[in-house]
Each structure stands twice: as structure tokens, then as C-alpha cells.
């Protein structure tokens, strides 16, 4: 077997733990490839795969295979499948760093609907995040000035969300909140 | 031969009790379905017919998309004259179900129903067999009863469309149902009462010749790979998805991984990812049990259902055992939107839970549900259960007043207050009961006020809690909350609540306002869309995009396609820049009839019937001056958020010198008068309606 026919076949492996993971809604980390390479796979191979990879140089097989940059790592998925929104929110849910997560999806959905980021969105798939969680995120939202444009509004069903004053002022918030809670019942 | 259409018109009349059946073809230039009868409507009942006199008729009509087999091609119009709206002008009923395809497989394009019988009957159609039937066993029987002993008395597989007690008893608010789900509203059940027709059935074997199969077969592939989202259409999910560059809790695309239909045969069906391209997957986006019912309505989720050729399914099949021993009514029912929230159950305080937290809103409104249906009780968009519990509020003030002191004490009101569902056994009772006060409120909202306007004033017509679109009577169905001066004109076109969701399509789809701006901006002009809650003063480019609303919503209605889920505004496709295909409906007419349809032609056959429409109403109306009569909207929409001015974010706000303008805008898009609204001679002609305006003409109807 030439080393031209390993390196390809070693690509194809490396490909095929990314699909997979993709399939399954999952970006890969670097850190957790190198960690436990591919089976067939040296963390040595992998890591020159990757290397070429992030170079923007990859193998014929890797040329689907999207690199996203995280705050804790660097993340993989096969762009054909996954979109690098998602991408984005599955790696910042793996990097657990959940003001970073909240305080993201919060700006993103202010500024692009416009709408508040309802508590229930956040738990739900992909985030999974329990109240509790979310209620302690939005103490500390309150007393961290890098996320002083987050705060909470609650609509008249009790249902609370986040919303971004970089996008949003409080009264129109409220106004997109209730609408999405409650007005949008009403008017089906 | 002609394809698509199936070329006949079937004429009953209950009066003699004969048949006849004629062709259809004069027609075709209103496209069929909604176009075709009020055609019918106008050339064979006069303006100013009472809607339950004999010589009022009922059109049952479908075009030639019908059943066809492109996606959502099951829908049906039935027009009569409104019972329950100011000038009992022309109404069109929409219902979905099987209706129009068993009455094409029968092999009409259109069923006549005229005179009205001295006893009870039912319309049995099978084919080229029409028979008048007996139906005194079945008055008062409720709709589920009476479809199960039609169909036992004919054939497996028929469709019948039926009256409750509602209808029977002269209800306005009153409809008509098909296979114990699908409404048709607009109070034409009480067009049925008042003929003494207790149902239609249909059973056919024809099917619908295609000019061109292979193109259809292309379209439909096309559709339901490129172009179909969700209910309503659509385009993002709810939750984020692996394949989705957005979501939004807004969406009705509700399937996702996690989420299934709880009480599948064979145990739960998750309803997964289904990406754009993947046709056998569409049916599994739109868990409508969940969205219309909430989080708890998942595990008693059977499946999805609906209408024939839909590849959505809006219907929520779903069965709550606990009903029974609480209700004495088993808990399956399938249902969908307003309809799910039960209507007259909506009048219900402190419904406890049974078995488990949350389960009593479930019950309430299951219960609610399978009632009013059953009755055939129409809630028109949510106006009947808002008037009830307008006249029960402050301690039931208002109904103290419009019933004798021992009227009001028979009725147990301590059930409402403890949460007894058996209280809406007695109050449906007592709405459909013509001699008790109650049924009143069933007369529509437009009566209501004229009979009560002493101890109503100004306000109940007036009111958000009524919450219409205008003081005619009909229900806001998606007016100046959805895009502005935009959704508010597009009610301004019908005689009851507007049903148009071209628009609401749009703005709900779940799409980033940026994409929705930029695709409604190509097609129309800078500033023809707004941002949500916050808007704009009224601009020319917004009159062409409310033109447009109304004009796919007619053509769906007619040729015939679900304007639920229609036009293909936008797609869930990101290579295609989420821009969907707004030619499609035009290349199925040409397909399946083999003529020469394109987009242009299909906005002049839809223009065509708006404008006799329009003409129709005025006729009725017996003045011209629309805008001041029946372009009205109701006080609130310029009242809201008192401490805020039109045109702030945060407020839907109207501004009373905008909606005039508005109108001026619209009124120019078709041609009409500028300052009373009525279409002219001019504008009529163009359409080949002349014999439309001259009638107007001999009636003083024209404007100078």
C-alpha cells in the first residue's frame, strides 16, 4: 500500500466520523478528535488531516467538511447536510459557556426577525437548557456589563424571554413577546 | 373533450323535488369554484333576496384543479347570500375535506340546490344517480350522527356534508361540516335550515382527465421538493434543525426531532427533521395538535389528518380518554386553528385538571369542539364565544338585560363558575333554541348590535374584544396586525371575515424580516412591506401588494387550491435564496386544462371576479358609497396604546387619515371610483361585465 493510498484512505475515514456525526446533529471538536482518533486513524494522521483541513487545503475526501472557530475549540461538520448556523449553535452548546450561548441566540433573533428569544425556545432541542439554568443566566446577565444589553421580558401567560437592546427597546419587545405568546393565538 | 373541468353543473330543486343537469362551460372565464358560483349567484338570484327565501340558492362549485392531484387541490366554495352579515350581500364558504373531490369523482363541476322542500331531506349524488331523499329521521340529529347513517343508507366512501341543530334552527352563525371535521361557514348552514336540507352526499367514480399528466406529475414533484413548507406555508421551523439556516417559535413547520405523534399505532411516531427535497417527509412538519393545543396534547397525538390531495395535514387527530368518564363523550376528535379552541368553551372559568397538570384546557376545548361541531355551530372567527362573554361579563350584566329574571335563574350559571363542563350541554341548547333570548347572539355580531344597540351603544361593534375587521360584522381574519394598512384592505374585498392568508403567509413564514423585505420589495416596491408592529404611512407599492393578496386568494379559491397553505411566496430552500415560484398555479391550469393560461391571464380571470363581486355587494347594498358603508373599520384599530402614536414600534396602531388614503390606493389598483369605492363602468367592461354595469346603471349604482 503506497503512503499516497493511506493518506486517502485516511481521509475517507476522518470524512465518514464527521458525516457521521453530522447525521446525527453533531459537530465534532478538535479536541475530542484528537483525544479519540477515527478508528484506523493515529491522532499524529489526524492531526495533519486537520491541520490541511484548517488551511484551507483539505484532502479531496474533506472538501464537504466545514472548520468553525470556537471560543474553546475548533469545531467540524459536513457542510452538505448542516448549515453553519446550526453549526454555530451546536458548538457553543458543546462549549458550555451558557451566557456566551443565551446572549448570541438572544442578538441574533432581536435583530433578524425581530423577536424575543422565548425561555421555551432555550429549552427545547438543540439547547436543552432548564429554567433554572436560564433564570440563573439572566441574574448574572444583570451584573456582567459585557452582556448589559440582555435582559428579560415576561408576556401575560407568564412565558418569559430575552431580548437584546442593541436591536430591540423594552416596550417593543414586549409588544413581538406578546404577539408570539399570545396575539398569534389568537389570530391563527 | 375537456380536461380538467368535468363539464356539467347538476341543478336540484327542492321545491318540485326534480333535477336536471346542464353544462358548465360558460364558466370558464371565471376559472371555476369561487368564480363560477357567484356567477351562478348573480345571474340567478336577485340583490335584495332574503337569504331564507325559497329563491336564494346555495352553489356548490370546484374548477378544474380540483382533484387533480396537485398539493392541496381539495378545496371547494359553496355561495349563497350572508345571513349574519350588514346587506346580506354574497358569501362564500371554503371548506376542505373530501366534499370537492367526491363531487368531482361524481362527475360536476357545480351543484345548483334552489327552492326549499316542506319536510326534511338529504341530496344523495352517486354518480349519474340524483335522488332527493327523505330526512325527517334525521332532523335534530346531530352532524356525526347524521354522516354515519347517510353513509349506512349508501355507500362506503360517500362524503356528506351536513346541518346541526344550529342550521335547523335558523342559527346565523351556523355551518356546515364534512367527515365530522371540515367547516364550511359563513352561516350557510342556516341557508340549508331554512330549505329544509339536512345534507348533500356525494359518491362518484369519475376521475379528472389531465391534458398533460407528465407536467402535472412535474409540478407536483416540484412543489413538494422546492417550493411547499409547512401549514400556511411556512418556510423554517419552529426549532433549530441541522438543515435550517433559521428558526422561529412563530412557524407552523412544528415538526422535529423529539416531537412525535404520541399515540401512533404501534406506539409514538417522532416527526424528526424533514429537510427541504425530501417530498415523502412533508407530512410530518406540521404537528398541529401541539401547536394549536399546547405541549400537552403531544402523547394524545394519533396523527396527523385533513383534506384530499394535501400533503400537509393541519388537522390534529387526537384522542383524550379521560373525556369520556368526565363528559360521557368519548375524546377523539380531529380539528384544526380557532376551531381547537373549543369556540363556545372559551366561556368556561376554573375547568379543573383530571389526571394530570394542564389536562382541563385540553378537555375544555375538546369538548367545546366536538360540540359546536356536532351542532354545526359556526363562531365566526372567534366572534360568537368574545359576544358571550361580552354579554357574561361584570356578573353577566348585559345578559341580565336582554332576558327575564326567570330565564336567567334557569340557567345554572354556578357550572360556568365551577367549571361543570355539563354547562355547555345547556348552553348550546339554549343558543340554538330560537325562542330564548341567547339565540340572539348567535345572529352575528352586525344583528347582535342592531338588536341590543340600546344597552350596547357604540362599543360592542366598536370593541377589540369583538375584534372585527369593520362594523359589516365579519371577524378580523388577519387585518392591520399582519402587514400593516396591507392586511387591513385585503378584508375590505368579502363580506365576512376575509379567510385571505396570502399575506399572513408572508409575514408568518418564519423567514428574517431582511429576506421577507427584500423578496416583497422585488415583486412590488420599495415599502411595500413593514416591519412587524412597526409601520409605515400607507404608499402605493402596499396597495399593489394587498391587490395581490386578494387576487392569489380568488384564483385559489377558484381553480381550486388551499389559500391556507398558497401562494408559493417564498420556499424553504436556501439556494434558492428562500424566493418561491409564483407561476405555478398558472402552469397547473395550463397542464391539467390544456389551454392557454399564464399569470397574466389568471390575475385578469381573478380581477374579473372581484370586480362582479364588488358590484354584487353594491347591488345589495343598494348605494355606492362602499367607503363609507362598507369599508368601515371598527374604532380600535385607531384607539390602541393611547399613549402611543401611529407609526412607533410596539403598536398596530391605525391612523384615521391613513386608512382613507389606504382606501383612495386600493380603490385605484381595480379601477374604481376613488372617493365612494364602486366599481365603474369602465372598470366592469374591461372584465367583460358589461351586463354588470348595466344593471348597476339602471339601479343608480354607477358613480358619474
Redesign the interface.
Known sequence: MSENEIKVNGAQLLYQALRTA?EK?KTTGKKALLRKPPVGLTKEETSDLLKALEHGEPAQELKDIAVLKGRKDTWYYDST??????AA?DSMIQEKDILHTIATVTRQDSK????AT?F??LM???FWFTEDELLGAAARFAADPQYADIDVIEASNGQKAFYSKQSL?R??A???HE??EV?????? | MSYGWMGKLLRVNLTDKTWTVESSDKYHKYIGGKGMANRIMYEEVPAGTEPTAPENKIVFAVGPNTAGSAPTSGRITLSSLSPFTKYQSIVDAHMGGNTAMRMKNAGYDALVIEGASDTPVYIYVNDDNVEIRDASDLWGVTTSKTVAAITKATVPGVNVVAIGKAGENLCNLSCVMNDNAHCGGGGIGKVFGSKKLKAVAFYGTKGVQLADPAKVQQLNNYVLSDLIGSNNNHVVPT????????????SRWTG???LTWGAAEGGPVDTG?SAPGQPTLVGFRCQKAVR?RGAIAEKYTVKMTGCAMCPIHCYGAINVPQMEPVTGVPGAHATT??QSSGFIAGVMQNVKDVEEEGDSALLRSLYGAILCDDYGLWDNY?ELVATLNYFFKDDYKLARQIMTEEQFNAINWSKRENGDLSFLDELIELLVDPNHPLHNLTAGAYFVDQKYHDILGDDYLNSQAIGLWGVMGGK???GH??AAQVGQLTNIIYNRDGMCHTIVNIT?SGL???IQKSIIEGLFGEGALD????YTPMNENKAKFAKFGVMRQVIHDSMTLCNWVWPMTFSPR?ERGYKGDLTVEAQYMAAITGEDWDVEKLDEAAERIIQMQRAMTVLSAGTNDMRNNHDVIPNFSYELNPDQAPFT???VKMEREDWQKALTMFYQQFGWDEKLGCPTRASLEKFDLKDVADELESKGLLPA
Request: with cysteine.
Open positions: 453530522t446533529s447536510i448542516m448549515t453553519h448556523h446550526y449553535l433578524l426577525y425581530p423577536k422565548e421555551r425556545k427545547d432541542t438543540p427597546d416596550h417593543y414586549e409588544y413581538l404577539w408570539y396575539g398569534i393565538y389568537e389570530n391563527p | 426549532v433549530a434543525q441541522s438543515w435550517s439556516e433559521y428558526e422561529n417559535s412563530g422535529h426531532p423529539g427533521e394549536d386553528c380557532l372567534g378580523r381574519h388577519h396586525e399582519c408568518g428574517p424580516y431582511a416591519a412587524p408592529a412597526n436556501r414600534p410596539g403598536t
